[in-house]
């Protein structure tokens, strides 16, 4: 089997990660009597995943340049809060706030950027800093007070009532996706031939899209089948789930197809290298950390459009999930090694423990303790699963 | 140099009659936990107000949420020469020996608002017990059966325990009668709003949105369970809270929120002013009109407290809080909607 994987290119952790989901998932519905594999929990955990989904994608590429953000909760904060005065106190309408939520978001990333990259101040100490300062700007942007109301129209973010883009949208996105599939794999069989490399196995690319065909028509099946209340119409995708989809699409292509990808993995797998092979490190530190702050901005508006109101305590101890989202997922602590896969897979595993067990009516005391011991079954499974083979 | 002498000269009868002055005036040293929250300045003005109408000096020291701060705070106010203590622990435990100082010195001591579990501190706060038992009596009133759902607060703050405890005490009896059954009862971990939110979801979830009320601890939960219920088609749902925030009060005018338990910030500080000056002036503590015996901490010991009552704003009496200038009437009733609440009209 391990020869076949090899043939097929499929990264054995992502399988590894996706198996061990399914035995997450199927658990948790035989315990909950079919309720959490229902279309209406599924549509639930995908929205209550995108928050984290979305910081997570950041934090990868943070990771893997060796750095560490503790300040993405309290940023969540901060920019939500911004987002949510200019709305409720400003009269902004929800474009203009959101946008502008996450140019807060950029610049705050950026002011801590260039303290790591060019006053050379650890990520660990820079953002453990911007975890106090934001919280405490959180705070002062409406001295503690809840903000509402925010303006109309702006639900469509949190994937609530107004919320999803409805069933034939869903469909038609459904199907361009597919079709995106099937023309980069084909793309790739193409260049691969033209290049002199030798093509993978028909069998294997054929797997790759009748699997990546399954998903995304299970999903948009999915989340079409839940309704709105009363008037019953499918909701389809919820929006918050296309801005994670968005998001974590742009991370992989970054990390994976562009220059600054690739310098990111250089200089957080070897920092000397990487100067010495000419790589403007501070540049590239600063705009990773850009990317971060601008994501945990994006994650602001969703959260406050789901809440409906900017509270000052939004994101609290988030940057934790985030964290561990990326962990699970197979970044690797000790940089030069990403998976925004695996980092999307990490956030849903989470959310699903969070999900399931309150489901069952567990007490936070109870999913505190499963939530940490799969945090570290997890990685050990990732760990055990490199040491068998090393190349992978 | 030489100028220097004169002026002091000059000074000296002045500040020869300041012992005088000092034994005429009751000094009264307040320790603020941290002014970073608005709340406690609205405390500090109603406290500071009533200290000035009877003539007595206020002095004061921000802790900045340190509690190791708020100890030499305290040991500060005690050197300047304050007749009586009012304390607003940011760790009730860790005070103790600042108190014990000041107790040594036999300097009255009032624990504002959090409870400073020492035999011989008076405690003036609000009664969180009550708070829940409005709640409960709110919620009920609009739905006296059917399926209920407890949201409550931090499972670290004993706050959370006492509001649910009065929750509880009014509807024992409903439940045990078969009236009520509960579907849901969580805590949520730092009073989050956005947790609160995903609990509800998946509560309403679990019981197919079966659910006729949520009894909830806090206005800032409330706003992620109200978020909740309006995403499952169910606003209106009857749903508790506390705190008077005005996004809470602007969903209470709507009919989002049955009640808001709000404590005047105000009526707390007035108070307390008054009980230090009633024991500066060496009244003993049962002595002061309305005081009892609170033993309800975590660690059960007996302390002399006022405890206030708070005040039930429901759709019907917004009234309270507008006319206490609160909340501006323009921003409780901005596009209220067709059926205004009587303090909308």
């Not at chain 2, 931090?154 to 509001?163: A, L, Q």
């Not at chain 2, 975590?298 to 200038?325: M, Q, S, W």
């Amino acid at each position: 089997l391990n020869e076949r994987l090899r043939a097929a290119e499929l990264d054995p952790r992502l399988l590894g990660m996706g198996a061990a989901l399914a035995l997450v998932w199927i658990g948790l519905d035989l315990a909950s009597g079919g309720l959490f594999l229902a279309p209406r929990n599924l549509y639930n955990l995908a929205v209550q995943s995108s928050v984290v989904g979305v910081m997570a994608c950041g934090m990868v590429l943070v990771i893997t340049a060796r750095h560490i953000d503790l300040s993405v909760g309290s940023l969540l904060g901060f920019a939500g809060m911004c987002v949510a005065s200019l709305q409720a106190e400003a009269g902004f309408g929800w474009p203009a706030a959101s946008l502008a939520g996450i140019a807060v978001g950029a610049l705050a990333g950026a002011l801590q950027g260039w303290w790591v990259a060019y006053r050379g101040v650890p990520a660990f100490v820079v953002s453990l800093a911007g975890l106090l300062v934001y919280r405490g700007a959180a705070y002062l942007v409406s001295d503690g007070r809840t903000l509402t109301p925010l303006a109309p129209g702006f639900g469509v973010l949190g994937g609530g009532v107004q919320g999803s883009i409805g069933a034939s949208a869903s469909v038609a996105l459904g199907g361009a996706a597919a079709a995106a599939v099937v023309f980069a794999i084909l793309r790739g069989r193409r260049a691969r031939a033209r290049n002199g490399f030798e093509p993978r196995p028909p069998w294997a690319d054929a797997l790759r899209i009748a699997t990546a065909l399954a998903a995304i028509a299970a999903f948009v099946a999915v989340m079409n089948a839940h309704a709105q209340p009363k008037s019953g119409v499918s909701r389809g995708i919820p929006v918050p789930v296309l801005l994670w989809i968005a998001s974590g699409l742009g991370a992989a292509l970054v990390l994976r197809a562009t220059r600054f990808g690739r310098y990111v993995t250089a200089i957080g797998g070897n920092l000397d290298a990487a100067i010495r092979a000419g790589i403007e490190v501070r540049r590239v530190t600063l705009g990773v950390f850009v990317a971060m702050g601008s994501l945990a901005a994006l994650a602001s508006v969703v959260t406050t459009a789901r809440l409906g109101a900017g509270a000052s305590s939004m994101g609290t101890l988030a940057e934790l999930s985030v964290i561990a989202a990326a962990v699970i997922g197979g970044t690797s602590l000790g940089g030069g090694r990403g998976s925004v896969g695996g980092a999307v897979l990490g956030a849903v595993l989470m959310q699903s423990l969070e999900n399931g067990m309150l489901l069952l009516g567990a007490s936070s005391a109870i999913r505190q303790i499963a939530i940490g011991v799969v945090l570290v079954l997890a990685v050990w499974v990732d760990v055990a699963a490199r040491r068998r083979s090393p190349d992978a | 140099m030489h100028r220097a002498f004169w002026l002091v000269l000059a000074l000296w009868p002045a500040t020869a009659l300041w012992p005088a002055m000092a034994q005429a005036e009751v000094v009264v040293g307040v320790s603020w936990s941290n002014f970073q929250e608005e709340r406690w300045k609205t405390d500090e003005a109603a406290l500071r107000g009533v200290l000035e109408e009877r003539g007595a000096r206020y002095l004061s020291a921000d802790a900045q949420s340190s509690s190791e701060k708020q100890i030499s705070d305290v040991e500060t106010l005690i050197a300047r020469g304050s007749d009586v203590l009012v304390v607003l622990a940011q760790d009730a435990d860790a005070i103790s020996p600042a108190i014990a100082l000041a107790r040594a010195e036999g300097i009255p001591v009032v624990g504002y608002d959090r409870l400073i579990e020492i035999p011989g501190v008076f405690y003036v706060s609000f009664d969180n017990v009550e708070v829940g038992r409005i709640q409960a009596r709110e919620v009920l009133r609009v739905r006296p059966r059917g399926r209920y759902v407890f949201i409550k607060g931090s499972p670290t703050d004993p706050n959370s325990d006492f509001v649910h405890g009065g929750q509880l005490e009014v509807l024992r009896p409903e439940i045990d009668a078969g009236r009520i059954e509960v579907v849901g009862d969580q805590y949520v971990d730092g009073w989050l709003p956005e947790l609160a939110q995903r609990i509800a979801e998946q509560i309403l979830t679990a019981n197919a949105d079966r659910v006729d009320a949520v009894v909830c601890s806090n206005d800032g939960m409330a706003g992620g369970v109200a978020a909740a219920l309006r995403s499952a088609g169910l606003e209106g749902t009857p749903l508790s809270g506390q705190d008077g925030d005005h996004a809470a009060l602007i969903r209470v005018a709507r009919g989002l929120q049955t009640v808001s338990v709000w404590k005047d910030a105000r009526a707390l500080g007035r108070r307390a002013a008054e009980v230090a000056l009633l024991l500066a002036a060496g009244t003993p503590p049962t002595g002061i009109p309305g005081a009892g015996v609170f033993r309800s901490g975590p660690r059960g010991v007996a302390v002399d407290a006022i405890l206030l009552e708070p005040t039930a704003v429901t759709r019907d009496r917004l009234d309270v809080v507008v006319d206490a200038g609160w909340i501006p009437r323009a921003t409780l009733c901005r596009d209220v909607g067709g059926d205004p609440p009587p303090a909308c009209r």
